[in-house]
């Protein structure tokens, strides 16, 4: 299995990529991995390594120019057809690797991977899941931001796009798909979600279990968490940030009353380099989408993330569901 | 000054209102409480905390219906006259006292708020304004929950309002209002917020500072956060239960290590029980919504509240800001 992963993705990158990258290949024999990006410094990071024969089983793809978070994705995709990303998706639309992986700019890798692609066929919007912590491990939470001004069908596909990745991925049989709302009952909420509620409601094969509030997120009361991309990305950048304050605070409360105690144990909960990737959801291929701070762990934790996508055969999973369902009228 | 206090409000009423009220009186001698509810109840209750002196400033309202959460709060309102809701708000109504506070049913209070007090001259929907604590000491956010499917018009109300809100009680004389959002371009986000962020760039007499992300909310990066009540009341419950579950997954991490930390501290700045009622902006009168598991000292403290809402003259300021606004043609 070959895995493309972008070497100008991180704020620091080709560092946290290289170092990902050797961590992924010692724990996966199988594992090939392309890095696309500037193939002299990659070589140079490379070699402070010492590789071994890990070098047998990396790649590399000259692709030196960046696309910066600033541009604007699509302009940028199609202007820059030498950037890593736009080749990195490439090689896996043209079968060179198997999967894609970048902590390079959201919008970029989402355009590249919505225009090279393509969305699977039933699928309007594809979505970005992300795995947030909770006290049972994680639920996915999609859209975490791909789109805004969903519609309740949108929503319905973010629900059976969701569903199978935590089949696939997350390794349960039968996910429980919950709705994001501010109250559990079937009326309450914004229209959208209204009508997204009765939608779901009719469908037999998602495991809907109703509304899900904000308060039953952080109880793991379901292991699909489904909303519009707004609330979504709100909701994930203002956890991160809870999480980095309250660890905060309590490393100056240790400092201050002179304690001992490592308070890391408590907060691997919190800690997003153990999840790594949020994989774009609902693309004819798999994309995985890092943070562009992210450590060599999170980087190694993506391409695991890949691995598994590609072992699962989710993909055709997707398409295989997406198919049978299609033949169904939907309203919304 | 004389606050009208639902004694039927928490889940363990009247134990927490007569607590609270007491402390209340204890710390402002100028303050008279009308406690309504079940007469007998708190009588009994008062009488078990040998209020003393304290005595000669509560008064009684028999009002023993209690509107409990799961019922319609429209239709509650109108059928129950003898609700301590209903005759709570009515007192303010009739001058008998200058606020209402009540940790009953939400819907309730602002059903029997906008149906007596009504809302303001220039306001289609008062809000929900709850403090949200911050790394800097706390923001306002509105609308927390009182409205889904929100006008950019309405948005625009809830800045001015929160705007005001913050200048009064907050003693923050130049307030800096943010607009949620998922990216800090004015181009991001859905329809709603874009067109929302144009709005409030054209009204000079708004502190507005822009659009601000999920992240940037704990750093306190704004004085008042203005949303749809749809993302706001996620992001508020959310936030209450990360607090609550962080807590506790320190309390084991501190037993099971052994060591005595004290982590109180670090998290009184998560502790809503310091801020105690959010208040309905927008409507002729001053009411304050509290939890239903609200602690004396919340209550205390929305009594508090209440009191810098009179004694500020708040909605008699927002009336008259709203006047000088609503001569301005304004689309959204």
Redesign the interface.
Known sequence: MRVALDALGTDTAPGPEVAGALSALEHNEKLEVVLVGDERRIRSEIARHDPGELASRLHFVDAPYRIEPAEAPASAVRKHRDSSIVRGVRLQKEGDVDAFVSAGSTGAVMAASLILLRPLAGVDRPAIGTLLPT?KGATLMLDA?AN??CKPRHLYQFALLGQIYAQDLMGIAEPRVGL?N?GEEPEK???R?VESFALLSREPRIGFIGNV???????GECDVLVC????G??????????AE??VG??Q???AR?G?????S???R??DYAEYGGAPLLGVNGITIISHGSSTPRAIQNALGVAVRAVDSRMVEHMARELSRRSEEPLAG
Chains 1, 2 share one sequence.
Do not use: H, M
């Open positions: 006290s931001g805004v001004d994001l501010i909420g914004d229209e979600t509030e904000g308060r039953d997120i952080i109880g519009d991309g707004f609330v990305n709100v909701l994930l950048k203002f956890y991160e940030s809870v304050f309250i605070l309590l100056r409360e240790t009353s304690t001992q105690l490592d308070v144990g408590a907060f909960v919190l």
